[in-house]
């Protein structure tokens, strides 16, 4: 079982059905208790796609730098300098694992953030050139958004579609492109359904006109090899806390010569392009992090494949009417994504929970609004078939015992729901 996710807690259902934990000490206010236990646990975490803990060599790592080598990095004192080396030493560790220069990387707080950096920054920094952007259907959230913005600033925004697997066609990237197109963005490796896209090829059809390509990396960096220069990328997003560093760090990317403005000004800081005070801690867990990943990528690919191979294997003969979302071969090592007929991926997600497996749905990252997942109904999926989506992500910590226990537990919540499921199989 993974550490980290060993607590104490309290969980029951309110009033609509809501499971709800409470840490370990916290009082029970609430009336509205249909069912509690009091337990010490450890859950079978299976959403290393939305996070990682971080690991405790990183922990270690950054632990000198918040009460000993606590400088400001723009200070000229010795304090400072020490932070800056720090700082800069960080720098290079992270373009090494992509084949980047070290002045090529600008720290920045969130993948969020350096997405926002790479598309309107570009954009608005090449207006003058041409107003058109090219992004695939099943980008994040963040980009998808950013790319709404943009429109709103006068620009156009072709989104290409992906095949039944959420694969792009290079082909389309190349017809797609026209005189006044300045960027294109797609994404590595999908979040939700852990396609890997053809990075290179999309990247030499951009080169060969000259336009910049950014690619959202955020799930691949540190998972399967990555090398800017072979595969033609411009600029490039990546996250700490996916990759078990800390929250509050990540990176962009930025081809030297690439025309890209800034969007928060100040002081000065990153060349320029992010002003604000270094979170030096966090950007070396960030590092050291990235070391880790480096020296481990091989084993681990070789060892969550494997791992994830049984899952989907087991999921697919041990439950009638699923179905694997996305290629069964061109997928990240570490991600199964699938949807169940008559049942909800909601209920499925709080069930697992209640069986101790932390999981989510395919439309994670809309999960407050309740809409099925653009990513999905990009791949053909209907918007109820959508919403009986599940994704099981692994991670560092995943062992085949815990395999084995979902491929236990999830057969009985599905047959479970499908009894009281108001969407009914035609007989």
């Known amino acids: 079982m993974n550490p980290h996710t060993k607590r104490a807690h309290i969980s029951y259902f309110g009033a609509k059905g809501t499971s709800v934990r409470y840490g370990v000490g916290v009082k029970k206010t609430s009336k509205k208790i249909y069912r509690a236990h009091k337990d010490l646990c450890a859950s079978v975490y299976m959403d290393y796609a939305a996070t990682t803990p971080v690991d405790p060599r990183v922990v270690k790592a950054m632990q000198p730098f918040f009460s000993e080598k606590f400088g400001n990095t723009m200070s000229l004192h010795s304090f400072g300098q020490e932070a800056k080396a720090a700082l800069e030493e960080s720098r290079e560790v992270v373009a090494n694992l992509i084949g980047a220069r070290p002045n090529e990387i600008i720290f920045t707080s969130s993948a969020t953030e350096s997405n926002n950096l790479a598309l309107k920054g570009v954009a608005l920094a090449n207006k003058n050139k041409g107003k058109h952007i090219i992004i695939s259907s099943i980008e994040h959230p963040c980009v998808m958004e950013s790319a709404k913005w943009l429109e709103t600033m006068g620009f156009k925004v072709t989104r290409l579609p992906v095949d039944k697997y959420g694969l792009i066609n290079p082909l389309d990237v190349k017809k797609t492109i026209r005189k006044d197109t300045i960027l294109v963005s797609v994404i590595h490796a999908s979040n939700e359904i852990g396609m890997i896209q053809p990075i290179e090829k999309i990247g030499k059809a951009c080169k060969n006109k000259g336009i910049y390509f950014h690619t959202d990396a955020v799930q691949s960096f540190g998972k399967i090899p990555i090398d800017v220069k072979k595969m033609n990328i411009d600029l490039l997003t990546a996250s700490s806390h996916k990759m078990?560093?800390?929250?509050?760090?990540?990176?962009?990317?930025?081809?030297?010569?690439?025309?890209?403005?800034?969007?928060?000004?100040?002081?000065?800081?990153?060349?320029?392009?992010?002003?604000?005070?270094?979170?030096?801690?966090?950007?070396?867990?960030?590092?050291?992090?990235?070391?880790?990943?480096?020296?481990?990528?091989?084993?681990?690919?070789?060892?969550?494949?494997?791992?994830?191979?049984?899952?989907?294997?087991?999921?697919?003969?041990?439950?009638?009417?699923?179905?694997?979302?996305?290629?069964?071969?061109?997928?990240?090592?570490?991600?199964?994504?699938?949807?169940?007929?008559?049942?909800?991926?909601?209920?499925?997600?709080?069930?697992?929970?209640?069986?101790?497996?932390?999981?989510s749905t395919g439309s994670a990252c809309s999960s407050v609004k309740l809409e099925p997942s653009h990513v999905l109904l990009a791949i053909g999926l209907r918007p109820q078939e959508a919403h009986g989506s599940l994704r099981l992500t692994l991670g560092r910590w995943t062992k085949e015992s815990e395999i084995n226990y979902v491929l236990k537990v999830l057969p009985q919540i599905i047959k479970k729901l499908r009894k009281i499921s108001p969407f009914k199989k035609n007989e």
Not at 257 to 270: A, C, D, N, R, V
Not at 292 to 297: G, N, S
């Open 244 to 359: 078990y560093g800390p929250k509050g760090a990540a990176a962009l990317f930025v081809r030297e010569g690439t025309k890209i403005q800034p969007l928060i000004h100040g002081g000065g800081q990153e060349a320029g392009l992010r002003s604000s005070t270094v979170n030096v801690p966090a950007i070396v867990g960030f590092a050291e992090a990235c070391k880790i990943c480096q020296k481990e990528m091989q084993k681990e690919k070789r060892r969550l494949t494997k791992l994830r191979n049984k899952l989907i294997k087991g999921v697919l003969e041990k439950i009638e009417s699923s179905h694997l979302n996305g290629h069964p071969r061109k997928r990240l090592p570490n991600n199964a994504n699938f949807w169940f007929e008559f049942v909800e991926g909601e209920s499925i997600v709080i069930q697992l929970d209640l069986a101790g497996v932390a999981a």
